[in-house]
């Protein structure tokens, strides 16, 4: 063990004795950047820097929260937890400000519906055509929908994997400590899962997850990188977290 990390240890030793807000502070001061890191993944659903602050702020009230709630005795890793609770604050504030309209959010639902249907049905991948069928639209109207949809779409699956890991976590709370070894084998399953699901992709869905997940650039960014337009590239990005939640679904 370095310096640093026996200085982080003697650090949460302390606070937990003295719940004193200067070291809290001090603690908070070293997560900052977990907070922008899971800002970043919604970077495509805010519209302006006023609303990049607003889930900033959001995500620094979840982190405060984190470090009050978090017991190091549990053996358990912070980030992880942390990263749990700003990522569901921001997901809340971002569904409380409506910032993706009740009809767009319907007509995602519908078309994740279909494909989850059709995946079941046809024991495979459905196609674009089967799914345009289906639903009783064209495939441009389609492709129209993952473009426009995207915000929605992105922010589902994101609900959604974080609704799986707060179930299968056991750093959520106290009470679960007992089932920590279960806990723990059903967390690193889901992950197993999560790595499994990008790698059943098509190659240049993966290369879209990660470029926006891993690298972090933005759709106009990723565009450049694969010569296509922004537009597809959102419509890229939709099938993507479509097919992930998808698999996801009945774990």
Known sequence: MNQAEENNIDQWQLYQETKSTEVRNEIVLQYTGLVKKNVLRFRGSYNNFGQMDDMVNQGMIALIDAVEKFNPQMGNKFETFATLKIRGAIIDFMRKQDWVPRSQRSLSKVLEETYGVL????????????????????????????????????????????EKMMEVSPLITEERADDSPESNILYNELKSKLAEAIDQLKEKERLVVSLYYYENLKLKEIAEVLGVTESRVSQIHSQAMIKMKNRLKNY
Do not use: F, W
Request: no cysteine; aromatic share 4%.
């Open 119 to 162: 995946y079941v049905e046809l024991e495979r991948e459905p196609t674009d055509k089967e799914i345009s069928e289906k639903m009783g639209i064209s495939e441009a109207n389609l492709q129209k929908i993952l473009q426009q949809r995207h915000n929605s779409i992105v922010l589902s699956y994101e609900e959604a994997i974080n």
